[in-house]
């Protein structure tokens, strides 16, 4: 029968020594593990080399480190669901906006459905999410110079010209 300070055999005290110095972090040590458990240092040492604690420590680190990793996961797809919820409910309700004709801007339109395929996991290739895939068209005021400059007509009661730009066209 082995004896209980065999070092070939883990006993219970062995596996007991180990769960307290991992339990104590980054401020772990084996002088302050003999301290604790009332034995010498050079038989933790030997406890230490014997049953492999330091690989055991990386391992358990890092079978801590990939549960941790799982339920940030799980918590970000779960947060991410109901995110796409939310924006294809906006969706519906600017549907309805739109078929009523109540909407002015189709601006929001657009952001949903970019936020929506973000959401979903869509992107162009090569395009960082949130980039612009069209080509926006800008309008620059009216400098006099072009005799056939005729601002375009406010669409919905949204003009795209601001209302400097066409009295100062009108006065000219």
Not at 92 to 102: K, V
């Amino acid at each position: 029968m082995p004896r209980r300070d065999d070092p070939r055999v883990e006993g219970e005290h062995h596996k007991k020594a180990f769960e307290l110095y991992y339990a104590h972090g980054e401020k772990r040590s084996l002088p302050r593990l003999a301290k604790e458990l009332g034995v010498s240092v050079a038989s933790l040492k030997v406890w230490s080399r014997s049953f492999s604690w330091r690989t055991r420590l990386r391992e358990r680190d890092a079978q801590v480190a990939r549960q941790l990793a799982d339920q940030s996961s799980h918590r970000g797809q779960a947060e991410n669901e109901r995110n796409l919820k939310i924006v294809r409910a906006a969706l519906t309700l600017l549907a309805r906006a739109i078929t009523s004709g109540d909407l002015k801007q189709l601006g929001e339109l657009d952001r949903l459905i970019r936020l929506e395929e973000h959401l979903m996991g869509i992107t162009a290739p090569g395009e960082a999410a949130g980039a612009h895939t069209c080509n926006p068209v800008v309008i620059l005021p009216d400098d006099g110079s072009d005799p056939d400059f005729e601002p375009p007509a406010p669409v919905h009661g949204f003009s795209p010209v601001p209302e400097e730009v066409t009295t100062s066209h009108a006065e000219a």
